[in-house]
């Protein structure tokens, strides 16, 4: 037997309390309600026990510290197997009582009722239990007590599906934000936010005084693939080249798909030389990576450094040209300016 602040619940009978398995947040609300509870109704013990977990656990408890108690398991069995309010006077006139006997406990009566959530499955009970006969004829309060723990429960379930929706609200906004602004084929960024990121990137290049460098790139004759060997085949190229990019560039680098197959990078802190050197390694790659069965894929590609003095549009269309100029070249090559 364990005297107060806890009382032993035999292994035997019932399990022990480990952790709590109340929150927090009704732990100390709770706690006084019992110690009121006990004050209230003149009782030695009263508690909240949890039917939650395998065998029954203590959850709150009341308990005079001069009063050595134990709670039998027979008030236990009667908390499990009563679905309502129970009353026993003096267990003692009880046959199952008699027939086993508590030998560590001193308490005969007890008076319990269910505790419930708003969809009536059982959470716990609520309980006074004294060392004497009692019939509780205050057990009026145990009913409104039992009702204001009811309603804290139902406060918490209704904050917990309150708090639930707002993180699905937030991961679907997170999702339709990150569709809205991203290429389902390849992963990369599309238009949509373009000129928002293009316009912080120039900002950021005001400021610092670095380089920012432009390309844009695609596939050479992308289309006549596409018609001879199918959709499939020319979207798999896209993706290649979408992976081939990204496994070049640093975190801070940006790449869109532009459309069709061509594709925009903004490399921060770039020289012309260095956002060369970026695509060039690219371009080999396709050689080597992106070939369709029998067909050679090649890359072409313009690259510039942005003007502080030009505006977003003069740039890109500077940028277009000399992805021009290359095409014109015979494709498969880089051309600055």
Not at 35 to 51: D, E, K
Not at 115 to 122: A, E, K, N, Q, V
Not at 165 to 176: C, G, T
Not at 210 to 215: D, E, N, R, T
Request: net charge negative; proline share 6%; aromatic share 6%.
């Amino acid at each position: 037997m364990l005297c107060s602040p806890t009382p032993e619940i035999h292994k035997e009978e019932t399990l022990p309390p480990t952790e709590s398995g109340l929150p927090d947040e009704l732990q100390t609300p709770w706690q006084r309600i019992v110690s009121l509870l006990r004050t209230t109704m003149n009782v030695p013990m009263a508690l909240v026990m949890c039917h939650q977990t395998p065998g029954m656990q203590l959850l709150v408890m009341s308990q005079e510290e001069s009063i050595p108690l134990a709670l039998p398991g027979y008030f236990s069995d009667k908390m499990k197997s009563s679905g309502d309010r129970f009353l026993v006077e003096d267990a003692r006139n009880d046959p199952g009582w008699a027939e086993h006997p508590p030998a560590d406990s001193d308490v005969i009566a007890c008076l319990g009722e269910p505790i419930r959530h708003s969809d009536g499955s059982l959470f716990g009970t609520l309980c006074v239990v004294d060392q004497k006969p009692n019939t509780f004829p205050g057990h009026s309060l145990l009913t409104e007590f039992r009702h204001t723990m009811e309603a804290h429960l139902d406060l918490m379930a209704t904050r917990r599906a309150l708090t639930l929706e707002a993180e699905k609200s937030a991961a679907l906004s997170h999702k339709l934000a990150r569709e809205a602004t991203t290429d389902p084929l390849t992963g990369l960024l599309n238009r949509h936010n373009f000129e928002e990121r293009f316009f912080q990137e120039i900002a950021r290049h005001k400021r610092a005084e670095h380089p920012l460098s432009i390309i844009i790139c695609d596939l050479d004759r992308f289309k006549e693939l596409n018609d001879t060997k199918g959709r499939s085949a020319g979207d798999e190229l896209l993706v290649t080249l979408a992976t081939l990019f990204k496994d070049r560039l640093r975190a801070h680098d940006l790449i869109w798909r532009w459309g069709g197959d061509e594709f925009l990078l903004l490399l921060p802190d770039t020289p012309l030389m260095g956002a060369v050197e970026v695509v060039e390694s690219v371009r080999h790659l396709v050689e080597e990576k992106a070939q369709l069965e029998t067909t050679r894929v090649t890359l072409s590609a313009g690259v510039t450094n942005f003007n502080p003095n030009e505006s977003q549009d003069d740039c890109l269309a500077r940028c277009n040209r000399l992805l021009e100029a290359a095409k014109e070249k015979g494709r498969n090559c880089v051309i600055l300016g």
